[in-house]
């Protein structure tokens, strides 16, 4: 073979070696794009997942029969959408059998913490056994019990796709450190736990009862629930933190709703970023010698000021009482069960 046919072999080879160099980088690229949009690199090198995510729209079962909507008839004797546009659920703004065919499509899983500590005890069997009548029926549920006692957890018969986890925790003298302490044991649970386990999760109070229906109507990015003492107060009356010194702070003149301590969800990271910006807050008033006039409840109201809830739920959903009546209130999904506070908390 003559020396231009060896150049042109030659001029061929490196060609190939190129184009498969192009290959293999194009491969290398694809691979690592892949992994980090499913893996979060953190900067200690740790390889942590992100969030289980669906990306499922608002689908409706074919040949669902359901009662037509109406854009001109509705609840007229209370608001049923915010200033920025989230939804505020009452009764009679949204049609169950239609909510539920949409959601259950989805194959949803939701977590659902709850803290019983001390005496607060008590109050499980009732709330396990009407939350397995009312709350998220027909959909998978894992609660997440925190107790100090976790002997005195009592048995409770659990539906199909439903699962009760007992986490023991230490006690505490002052119910103002239960509460306190509750974000962070929250904000571990989501870390730790929760990653690709579970869509959504609701963090409540054990000293509540379900009296009715507590559907996939509330699921939502982040959602908080309108304080049933508070929903029909001007802003003023609100109980807000006002000292300048605590990061609870909220001015005269400012704030939307007083939301519930006692009830708030989401999706796991939206809920992540709620535990763990009220976790900091108080560790700092803590660390300057303040404790919000509220606690946790205080930090949270100063969050959903700063990063509104997508969705908002009625007093309906953490009611004063069943015995207690208004106007408003079409029905009681959840409510507070009577208590005598000197009695079952630590301290007064």
């Known amino acids: 073979m003559g020396k231009p046919g060896i150049m042109l072999l030659h001029q061929n080879f490196l060609i190939i070696l190129v184009l498969s160099g192009m290959v293999l980088s ?49 609840r007229t004797d209370v608001a049923s959408v915010t200033p920025w546009s989230a939804p505020i659920i009452w009764e009679g703004t949204f049609d169950p059998t239609l909510i539920d065919s949409i959601y259950k ?18 109050f499980i069997k009732d ?15 894992h609660y997440y019990l925190f107790t100090d006692q976790p002997e005195s957890v009592p048995e409770v018969k659990m539906g199909e796709n439903r699962s009760l986890t007992v986490l023991t925790v230490q006690s505490l003298n002052r119910w103002q450190d239960i509460s306190m302490n509750r974000m962070e044991k929250l904000e571990k649970l989501i870390e730790n ?30 959602v908080g629930v309108i304080h049933p003492w508070f929903y029909n107060f001007q802003r003023n009356q609100f109980t807000y933190e006002r000292r300048p010194e605590s990061l609870a702070y909220i001015p005269a003149g400012e704030g939307d709703y007083y939301y519930a301590g006692a ?24 660390a300057n010698s303040i404790e919000a006039l509220w606690q946790e409840e205080s930090h949270l109201n100063k969050y959903f000021l700063l990063n509104k809830p997508s969705k908002l739920l009625s007093p309906e959903y953490m009611w004063r009482g069943i015995n207690i009546g208004a106007a408003q209130i079409k029905i009681v999904r959840l409510a507070n069960v009577p208590k005598n506070y000197a009695e079952v908390r630590p301290n007064p």
């Open 105 to 122: 499509q989805q194959n949803l899983t939701i977590a659902t913490t709850v803290f019983a500590l001390g005496k607060y005890t008590r």
């Open 193 to 222: 736990e929760l990653v690709r386990e579970a869509d959504y999760i609701f963090c409540l109070d054990i000293d509540g009862k379900f009296y009715g229906r507590w559907g996939a109507e509330s699921l939502g990015r982040l």
């Open 26 to 74: 194009g491969l290398i690229y694809l691979n690592i794009n892949w992994y980090s949009c499913s893996h979060q690199i953190t900067e200690q090198g740790f390889i942590k997942p992100k969030w289980k995510q669906k990306t499922v729209g608002l689908r409706s079962s074919p040949g669902l029969v359901y009662n037509q909507p109406s854009a001109l008839v509705g």
């Open 263 to 286: 009830a708030f969800g989401g999706t796991l990271e939206d809920v992540l970023n709620l535990t763990k910006t009220c976790r900091e807050h108080l560790n700092i008033d803590a």
């Open 127 to 141: 709330f396990l056994e009407s939350a397995e009548q009312h709350y998220l029926v027909g959909f998978r549920v």
